[in-house]
C-alpha cells in the first residue's frame, strides 16, 4: 500500500531533522527538528472499505493499479481527513466500484501492524446489479462463494474478511470479526 | 488532541511545498514538492483506550498534561507504529494508570472527523484495584456510576463510552457501539 520513506526535513521550516527522543516525557524516538523544535509524529493510517453483497453473491474489483494490478480486491482505500470511517467506506466503493448500495455494520477490524494500518470494512447491501467502476478498477463483478478466484485476490486483509463473510452467512448471522494479520 | 499546522516544506528534500491536486488521477489538494514530487498525504488519526472496570466501578485518570489538564479521562492516547489496536489500548492503560488487566472486547468506535480522529475502546477487566499512575496523571481512581464527575470529563468520546458503557451494564450485556460525534 503506501510507502513510507523516513522524514529528512522539518515540514514547518525545512530543516534536516534529527532522530532522537523528544524533551517532553516521550518515551519513542521521533524526527525532530532542530531549529524550531517540531516533531514529525508517524502513526498508522486506517484503510476503509465494504463487503458489497447481492444475494448470495459478493461484488469484488479487479484492480488497475499498482500495486497487485490486475488481482481482485474488495473496494477499500485509505480514510481521508473530514470523513467519518462509514463516509470513507461509501467513498471508495463509489470511486472504485461505482455500486449503489445502502451501508450496514461494521464486520471487520483486521489490524497489520507490519505495515502500521487498520482495515476496517464494512456490510453493504447492493441495491442494484449494474456497476460503473472507476478508473482505479478494470472490472466491477458479482461472485457466489464457488466463484471466489482466491488465487488472485489482492490483500491478505481481503481474503480473511471474506472468509469470515461466507462462514458467517453460512451460519446465517454476522458478527464482527476482530483480526490480527 | 493533536495540533495539525499546514505543512510548509517538503519532508524528503526540503523545498517549500504547493498545494494543488496531484497529477496521478487523485481528486484532492495535497501539499506536494515542485522538486522531488513528493505527495504529502495528511490522514486522520486513530486513538486508543480502555473502559477498565472492577465490580461495579469503572477506573477514570485525572489529566497530569494539557489539552483538559486536571480533568478526567479514559486511559487513551494515539496509536502508534508497530502495534495493533488492541496493544495499543493496552499501552496506553499501562502509561496512564499503572492498571493490571485483561483485555476484553472492542466496545466502542467513536469518529471524530471534524478532528479527524477515530476513537476505539476496549473493555477491559481489571485483576487488581492498586493502580501506578505514570506522569500524565495526577490520580487513578474508581469510580461508581453515581459517582463519575460528568462535569469534569476531560473528552465528548470519553462521555459518550462511559455513558454507553453504563445503559449496557444496566442492560446485563455489551455490545459494540458505533458512533459519530
Known amino acids: 500500500m503506501m510507502h513510507r520513506p523516513p522524514i529528512k526535513f522539518c515540514k514547518q521550516c525545512g530543516t534536516a531533522v534529527e532522530y532522537r527522543i523528544p524533551d517532553d516525557g516521550d518515551t519513542k524516538v521521533r524526527a525532530v527538528c532542530p531549529s524550531c523544535d517540531t516533531i514529525h509524529y508517524e502513526n498508522p493510517l486506517t484503510v476503509v472499505g465494504t463487503v458489497p453483497s447481492w444475494g448470495d453473491r459478493v461484488l469484488l474489483c479487479k484492480r488497475n493499479i499498482e500495486p497487485r494490478f490486475g488481482l481482485w480486491t474488495l473496494p477499500a482505500g485509505f480514510m481521508e481527513l473530514n470523513e467519518t470511517t462509514t463516509e470513507g467506506a461509501a467513498r471508495e466503493t463509489v470511486e472504485e466500484a ?18 502500521g494500518q487498520v ?13 460503473d467502476p472507476g478508473v482505479e478498477t478494470i472490472e466491477a463483478r458479482l461472485f457466489l462463494e464457488s466463484e471466489i478466484p482466491w488465487e488472485e485476490i489482492a490483500f491478505h486483509t481481503t481474503r480473511v474478511t471474506l472468509e469470515c463473510f461466507f462462514a458467517d452467512r453460512r451460519k446465517g448471522g454476522f458478527s464482527l470479526h476482530h483480526l490480527d494479520v
Chains 1, 2 share one sequence.
Open 98 to 115: 461505482g455500486a449503489q448500495f445502502e451501508m450496514q455494520d461494521l464486520f471487520s477490524l483486521v489490524n497489520v501492524s507490519r505495515v
Open 119 to 131: 482495515h476496517l470494512f464494512y456490510r453493504a447491501k447492493l441495491t442494484s446489479d449494474q456497476f
